[in-house]
Every structure is written in C-alpha cells, then in structure tokens.
C-alpha cells in the first residue's frame, strides 16, 4: 500500500505562480513513476505529467513549457510547479503514484487539492 497526501492548491491570479506537492509513505520502494492528473467539473480526468522513479518525465502537450514536474526520491515527494497559470487550469489536481511489485501494476490516488485560477 502507498499513501499520497497532496498540498499547495489554492487560488492563485492569472500568471502567477503555485507549486503543489505530494508526499508518498508506505511501500515507496515499489513506486514506478509518479504524477499529476486533474479534473475539472464536468470533465474526465486527465493526466498532466509524470515523472519515473529515474527522472524520466512526460506532459500532456497542453501542459509542456508551462508547468514543471519534479522529483526529491529521498523525500518521497514530488512537485508540480505551475508557470504563468490560466483560468481554464481550474481544476483539482491529483497526484498519482504507480507501483510495481512482482510484475503487477497498481495505480494509488491522493485525494485531489483544489487549484482555482482567478483574478
């Protein structure tokens, strides 16, 4: 079992800047890569980035330039630094962490931080 406690969301002004972070305990060993996805009402979620328990990282093409996912292993923490921010960047974010033990893949969520971009 892993445990994701997610923090840093809040309002934040158009072009501003916010950075989320998420803690990870448990079986840390395990975990493969981990994440951001969001959700805004209405909406699917959607993946934002990711980032390998190698650094390896991924955006979603939306996302690319404007936000930065980054990794501390020996904290067990990972951060999502979002660059100039938009109002349709609403949404709440989830960090995601896949694990992978004895060739069986698990998918564990935290459980969401609102981000509100408004003036």
């Known amino acids: 079992q892993v445990q994701l406690v997610e923090s840093g969301g809040g309002l934040v002004q158009p072009g501003g800047s916010l950075r989320l972070s998420c803690g990870a305990s448990?079986?840390?060993?395990?975990?493969?890569?981990m994440g951001w996805h969001r959700q805004a009402p209405g909406n699917q979620r959607d993946l934002v980035a990711s980032i390998t328990s190698s650094g390896i990282v991924n955006y979603a093409d939306s996302m690319k330039g404007r936000f930065t996912i980054s990794r501390d292993n020996a904290k067990n923490t990972v951060y999502l630094q979002m660059h100039s921010p938009k109002p349709e960047d609403t949404a709440v974010y989830y960090c995601?962490?896949?694990?992978?033990?004895?060739?069986?893949?698990?998918?564990?969520w935290g459980q969401g931080t609102q981000v509100t971009v408004s003036s």
């Open positions: 448990g079986r840390v060993n395990s975990i493969a890569s």
């Open positions: 995601n962490a896949v694990t992978s033990l004895f060739g069986i893949q698990r998918n564990y």
